[in-house]
């Protein structure tokens, strides 16, 4: 049983059977006369979202409402059973509304940072630091000797298509069923020799055969370009995270800095 999801519901009260509601929520099921809420199945379908990310939205509605009906069934037991009397449990209850608590004022916190014009800000901010990042767009052909390149190279400079010799003779297993294409790459992310000889040539030129440490390359250039700045829709929820992470890291800091926190060390 998932310690996460009975603090949840620990602290909206769903496991109380005389909890009272300003408006009743639909019931789903009923558990020895004791009632399953649509409200129950919405905290607890934000809980298994994480263990069930790729779950749609009913699957894991139905999920959640089958798991609820074990959680009622185990706690009427439990409380049958007045495991619910000791000391030990009321411990872990008291740390369970604890936790929550502390979950929910954080999450207000992440919230009232991460508004659309902090988001929007914070993006400008980020993008105005840059710098430009050449990439390049080629394809190779690889071979394992020096003779096979030349060969090749001859081919290509007497006009036969690149990407269809690329696809005949290429030993690179990614890219020659592509044409050899590589796709866009920066320097960095290709052995130095490669990059060199990719990055000296100018869209459509064919590089003489060169060596790296996986065999002989014939290179084509297709493009140059700056890598792409994302937009806004494609990094606005990293960027909500990051300021929530920051907003709720700095408000905790300060909640301690006010607190009066004695740690009591244990003689020996």
Do not use: C
Not at 136 to 148: F, G, K, N, S
């Amino acid at each position: 049983m998932r310690s996460s999801l009975l603090l949840a519901l620990v602290a909206a009260g769903a496991l109380s059977a005389g909890a009272v509601f300003a408006q009743q929520p639909k019931v789903l099921a009923s558990v020895n006369g004791e009632p399953v809420t649509e409200a129950d199945v919405a905290i607890a379908s934000e809980d298994l979202a994480g263990q069930y990310p790729n779950l749609p939205p009913e699957r894991l509605k139905e999920a959640a409402l089958d798991f609820l009906i074990e959680v009622k069934i185990s706690a009427q037991k439990a409380r049958a059973d007045k495991l619910d009397q000791g000391d030990d449990f009321k411990r872990k209850m008291a740390y369970a509304q604890d936790r929550v608590l502390m979950e929910r004022l954080l999450t207000t916190e992440g919230e009232k940072a991460a508004t659309p014009e902090a988001v929007k800000k914070y993006y400008d901010e980020q993008v105005a630091q840059l710098k430009p990042v050449e990439e390049a767009r080629a394809r190779h052909i690889l071979v394992e000797q020096e003779d096979e390149a030349k060969k090749i190279h001859a081919r290509l400079k007497g006009g036969e298509d690149f990407a269809k010799i690329a696809k005949e003779a290429s030993k690179d297993p990614g890219s020659g069923a592509e044409g050899g294409d590589l796709g866009f790459f920066t320097k960095e992310r290709m052995v130095p020799e490669f990059s060199a000889a990719a990055f000296a040539l100018k869209p459509g030129e064919i590089s003489e055969p060169v060596k790296s440490q996986f065999g002989w390359h014939v290179i084509k250039l297709e493009e140059k370009r700056n890598r792409p700045i994302p937009t806004l829709d494609q990094v606005k929820e990293r960027l909500q995270q990051a300021l929530a992470q920051k907003a709720q890291s700095e408000y905790l800091a300060k909640l301690r800095e006010g607190a009066k926190v004695e740690k009591i060390e244990k003689k020996q």
